[in-house]
């Protein structure tokens, strides 16, 4: 085996990847941060959590919700849309609030 091999094979390992890092001035990279990078990525694509967790070798999927649930692509304003569909316009718009006299 090789230098080049040694080096990659312990590059794949927390410690290895720690000092490989230093080498070219990423030291303050954790171990886990390319893998959240990863997660990020894929959950702005529009990737589902249950794929996601998968690519990620996690063992369940609340794992991934646990960890990265707050990446999630929001659908709030389709599900509004959709609310406001289905009720059609049937509620009274809402009411300005006055301001409170101190």
Known sequence: M???DSRMIEATTPTGL???L?????ADLRFHDPRHTF???????GIRPLQVSR???QASVATTDAID??????????YVAKIEEYVGGQLPAPRARMPRKL
């Open 39 to 45: 997660a990020s990525l894929i959950f702005a694509a």
């Open 69 to 78: 649930a707050h990446l999630y692509h929001s659908d709030d304003e389709l």
């Open 55 to 57: 690519w990620l070798g």
């Open 18 to 20: 720690n000092a490989s």
């Open 2 to 4: 090789s230098a080049t």
């Open 22 to 26: 230093a080498d070219v001035g990423l």
